[in-house]
């Protein structure tokens, strides 16, 4: 039986006890190469693949990296986890809290995230904090509370996050039997894309794999600290999970750039609710916002020619969180949908 990624990738993820391993059997998510996309948007040499890391427990890839940051706390004996979150970090730390009978302590921008991911909080019983600021206001202040509270911080700068979150790399290249072309990702606070880059490193130095990819992330236009190389004070974009100004992994995520002979690139909004409602209408998956980043971006970089064309290569996208969790983007008060009777005369006009 699957047993979670911790178990699975013994060899990378040292941990003391196995018995303190707080798991939910995260890991091991759908990748699927994509049927009808790449043609649709005019892409013949490459084989497109997409990791559905909405598949995970909570629904997002935070789960990778929640599994080791708590099974540390719990080896470490703490009692209580806290983090700051534009949503799927606070529904994961709560759920693994919850599981390991600690308590969570999640801080989050007021109104500005996804009511599924707020749900998941809630139910999972955390001590849901909203603040009147942005990610970055409430990562500074749970920076801070960790330091005096008797709390442990399970935000990214937990450096086992990175360490858990590094196995979706080793998925994808035991799936290929070598690494991908192109790695595409959203970038948000910045650390799956480091997490991501010191996978394949690691799994290139063991001789796992004999190439490496180019590491290729996407911000949203609206919140492109990277992309632009200065803070963005107010951020704003739809993807509300990468609504962020100042990432935490800023330097880590520029030399996986760099290191990788790679780039960081933004989309708009517009361009990733597309990119959602083709992926969905093309391939069957429903990703959120923040998510479809990558597609958009890989749209993007078609377009521009920016891809080899000379040979078939193998690209491979990371969808980062379910769609279910922000059925907002897609379906509104003001939506109008078509109204039947429950009439068989009627209904089969539809049919003509
Ligand atoms: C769906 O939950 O930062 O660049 O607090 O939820 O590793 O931050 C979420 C980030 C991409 C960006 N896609 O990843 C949080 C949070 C989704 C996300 C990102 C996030 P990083």
Known sequence: MYEGLINKYSKYLPVEDKSKIVTLNEGNTLFLKLKNLPKAI?????????????LNPTGSFKDRGMTMAVTKANEAGSKAVICASTGNTSASAAAYAAVAGMKAYVLIPDKKIALGKLAQAIIYG??????????????????????????????????????????????????????PDYLMLPVGNAGNISAYWMGFKEYYANKEVTNLPKMTGFQAEGAAPIVENRVFPNPETIATAIRIGNPASWKLATAARDESNGT??????????????????????????????????????????KLEKDRQIDIACILTGNGLKDTSVVVNDNMEIQKFKPDLNELSKLFK
Not at 278 to 298: K, N
């Open 42 to 54: 005019g892409l013949t040499n490459a084989n497109v693949y997409v990791k559905f890391e909405g």
């Open 126 to 179: 955390a001590e849901v904090i909203a603040i009147d600021g942005n990610f970055d206001d409430a990562l500074n202040m749970v920076v801070e509370l960790s330091k005096t509270q008797p709390v442990t911080l399970v935000n990214s700068i937990n450096p086992w996050r990175l360490q858990g979150q590094k196995t979706g790399a080793f998925e994808i290249c035991d799936a290929l039997g070598r690494a």
């Open 264 to 305: 960081i690139d933004k989309v708009s909004d517009e361009e990733i609710l597309e990119a959602q409602k083709l992926l969905a209408a093309e391939d069957g998956i429903f990703a959120e916002p923040a998510s479809c980043a990558s597609i958009a971006g890989l749209i993007k970089k078609v377009k521009e020619g």
